[in-house]
């Protein structure tokens, strides 16, 4: 379980591919402190640190998270929002994120606000009923408040400090992102479904 609070950025360094899954050597400030076995969110995308080596670490991805990410477009040099898991005495200072990836969005504008930035994200019209006005998404990772809500597009506003500490600042127009809905709509919507 994760908040959507980004601790640092990695870097993609190398890339291989074994049958369906692809290996990331990830280089990361916080590398020193990962343990074999650790969660972490990349991009908000859970992954299992299997080696550290000085600044560096590795995770793999299998098929089904390829498939349902932006994980197979990650290249050397590309940069990574990451987030250790919650721990039981944390802060929630964001929401909670499974990071467990619905589906992935794109990004369809970036409105400079004098200071903040407004970006607009258009997503798939099927999960519509999870997402509401001033509602928790998780875009790669990052807790954020959808706004202008429509059936198949939402709106977010960005603070310096997170342009700044995340990879917000890197995306381009048309580039895909991940994208995670708040767990109590998914669980609210499971139950409507089920009458």
Known sequence: MFTGIIEALGKV??????????????????SHEFKVDQSIAHNGV?????????DHYRVTAV??????????????G????????????????????????DTTGILEK???????????????????PLLIEKGSISVNGISLTAFKVKKSSFRVAVIPYTWKHT???????????????????KYIQRSKDLN
């Open 13 to 30: 360094k190398e890339i291989s591919t074994q049958g369906t899954n692809k290996t990331f050597w990830i280089q990361s400030p916080l």
């Open 46 to 54: 859970c992954l299992t640190v299997e080696e550290v080596s000085g």
């Open 63 to 76: 098929g089904e998270t390829l498939r349902k990410t932006t994980l197979n477009h990650w290249q050397p």
């Open 78 to 101: 590309f940069l990574i929002n990451l987030e250790r898991s919650l721990l039981p005495s944390s802060r929630l200072d964001g929401h909670f994120v499974q990071g467990h990836v």
């Open 110 to 128: 970036i409105d400079p606000k004098d200071g903040s930035w407004e970006l607009a994200f258009s997503f798939p019209r099927s999960f519509a």
């Open 167 to 185: 990879n917000l600042h890197e995306l381009k127009q048309k580039e895909g992102v991940n994208l995670e809905f708040d767990i109590l709509g």
